[in-house]
């Protein structure tokens, strides 16, 4: 049976990932632009009778799934209704961001009112990464990546390749890897953001300071060849890896340059970056069904 309302959430790309410096609370201080782009995950409500219904994608334990986290602390969620599933189709911890977009959705679905200082700080109890998903498009992020600037839309196609590589405890095995060389002060990712408002396009390769570990992985070396072989200019990480973009101006070119990357690299996307609240009157609709009220016009 058809869902009776579906809304999106966007994977994100890093544009540059520079580590400043590590906190006395353990986290790390990081410069670093965000874009969202059109490759999504889906939340998708139907009615039904009983008690509301959330289901988590199969292979992702309840205690790990921010979206449930998101749902359930809104106090009103026993007076929900109908049945709401979480389809994947952005990798998993692949650096692209899915599991923080997938919350921030949910958190606003969950608080459909709420003002957006109260997401905001909401959403920073979820993740460093789910306060820019509330709005998306093109950010500059720092502290955690919590604080977010906006910048103007960066308007341009990508092509991302995600090996098939899986890394135990990723987040905290890359950041423990890090070493005295790896660490900089922000200011080639400051410099890409003025450049890329004043010009629209990014034309360097963006740092990234997991870069050098990533690539004692031959998946990694790999794919960034193919990458490299199929005409990109340049390539670069997103996040912690291990996926891996680059950047070009229009779909034909961001189209055959995929279509040159052999399948053995790893999962190849074409994907197009979003400005922001690009699908907000979905999330809309979908939050007023799931409230027991009438989709928002």
Known sequence: MAPNAVALAPAKINIGLEITGRRSDGFHNIVSILQTVSLYDRLEWSASQGEFRYESPAGIESDEDLTRTALLSAPDHSDWTGCLRLHKAIPVAAG?????????????LACPDASAESLAGRSTLLGSDVPFFLEGGTSLATGTGAIIERLPFLDTWCVIVTPRLVIPNKTRTLYASLKAGDYSDGAVVRCLARAASAHGTIDECPP???????LTYPEIRVARQALQTAGANWVSVSGAGPSLYTLVRDYRSARAIANRVPLAAGEIFVARTLPRQHDHLAAKNLARLLHGGLPAR
Do not use: Q, Y
Request: hydrophobic share 40%; no cysteine.
């Open 96 to 108: 692209l961001g899915g599991g923080s977009s997938d919350a921030s959705l949910a958190l606003r």
């Open 208 to 214: 990234n300071a997991f870069t050098d570990h990533l």
